[in-house]
């Protein structure tokens, strides 16, 4: 009977679940981006009217990631990069590449006919994928060529279409970027103007559109936004000279995410005290003393949390334990671990208990 009962338990369809506690334990690797604070890995969709200049700004992309230039001030994660430009022929693109620039790096690829989502598209990608393994971007232009024929443009379906492409960006770790249209229906957000039900843009990681107020205008705005980059809106001018967009204005205050003045002030007492490890109280105690703040326990918390990441660039490691029921951290500054093995990297995760 105990038998029957406990076969019949191990055959419940089970969630694969994890408790909160163990989540923010959890040493998870650091988002991926392609070009800093702007294109990260994951499925990103960027829209705009047609013959705005989008093939312009995504081809450039291409090329400099392939060359490990920087995009507007912001630094690239170098690699292979793939476009399938799928309106074009090799002659146009030609034209393109000499016009953009005097070196076409040997890292860029391009395909100019492929097959549709419904086909072989995704073991086409796959494949390339396993041939240049240094591959970070992959850019479709446009979505609609790899659309599969069947007339249905409802939620599901366009929700489905897109997911295909996310899950295999995700499983290759790389950034698939769609160049898609907008709607001629206008709209106080531009976001809301990319064409299709909002099953296209519902499952993207983000989402650009590139518009401009006047066709004949040289001027655009790129409007931004997405789970893991923040809005922002990057106002660009058309050189006609070598036929790329130059950033003339950007809505972030610090593109580059500079540390704030208390994360500043942390790096400079551990580069004074180089140690310590003792209840969180007491560290709080000797911050605000060091650094003439008065931040609470959940403050200095949140920004440890948000800017971990940096404080890691920055030599500062640190970790939470509990001893004999007391909250405690460890926290040092050592300029020599390497971040790629070291036992203190990432170890900044607090649940929601812990008083720094």
Avoid at 32 to 40: E, P, Q
Avoid at 156 to 166: F, I, P
Avoid at 260 to 285: H, Q, R, T, V, W
């Amino acid at each position: 009977m105990i038998k029957n009962l406990n076969l019949e338990l191990s055959s419940k369809a089970r969630f694969d679940s994890i408790d909160g506690a163990s989540l923010v334990e959890k040493d998870l690797p650091r988002k991926k981006f392609i070009i800093n604070s702007l294109l990260a890995s994951g499925l990103s969709i960027i829209a705009g009217s047609p013959k705005v200049g989008k093939s312009w700004l995504v081809l450039d992309w291409c090329v400099r990631i392939a060359k490990g230039k920087d995009v507007w001030n912001l630094h690239t994660d170098s690699g292979t990069t793939l476009y399938l430009s799928l309106e074009d022929d090799e002659s146009r693109l030609q034209d393109r590449l000499t016009a953009i620039t005097d070196e076409v790096p040997s890292d860029v690829h391009f395909v100019t006919d492929c097959s549709k989502l419904d086909e072989r598209l995704e073991e086409q990608i796959q494949t390339f994928v396993d041939e240049h393994m240094d591959t970070v971007l992959i850019i479709i232009d446009t979505f609609q060529l790899i659309r599969s024929a069947k007339n249905d443009s409802s939620y599901s379906n366009d929700y489905l279409e897109v997911q295909k492409l996310k899950k295999l960006a995700d499983e290759l770790k790389i950034a698939i970027l769609l160049v898609h249209h907008l709607r001629k229906q206008g709209d106080s957000d531009p976001i809301n103007e990319i064409s299709g039900t909002n099953g296209i843009a519902g499952c993207a990681d983000a989402l650009f559109v590139l518009k401009k107020s006047n066709r004949t205008q040289g001027n655009a705005t790129l409007f931004c936004t997405g789970r893991d980059i923040e809005d922002r809106e990057i106002e660009l001018a058309f050189s006609k000279e070598d036929c790329t967009w130059k950033m003339t204005a950007d809505s972030a205050e610090n593109p580059n995410m500079l540390l704030p003045d208390e994360m500043n002030l942390l790096i400079e007492m551990m580069k004074a005290e180089k140690y310590f490890n003792g209840s969180n109280a007491e560290f709080l105690e000797r911050y605000n003393a060091y650094s003439g703040k008065n931040l609470s326990a959940r403050i200095l918390k949140r920004m440890m949390n948000k800017w971990k990441y940096d404080l890691n660039d920055n030599h500062v490691y640190f970790k939470s334990y509990k001893e004999n029921n007391i909250r405690k951290v460890e926290i040092k500054y050592d300029f020599e671990i390497d971040n790629s093995d070291s036992e203190y990297v990432r170890y900044d995760k607090y649940d929601e208990n812990i008083a720094v």
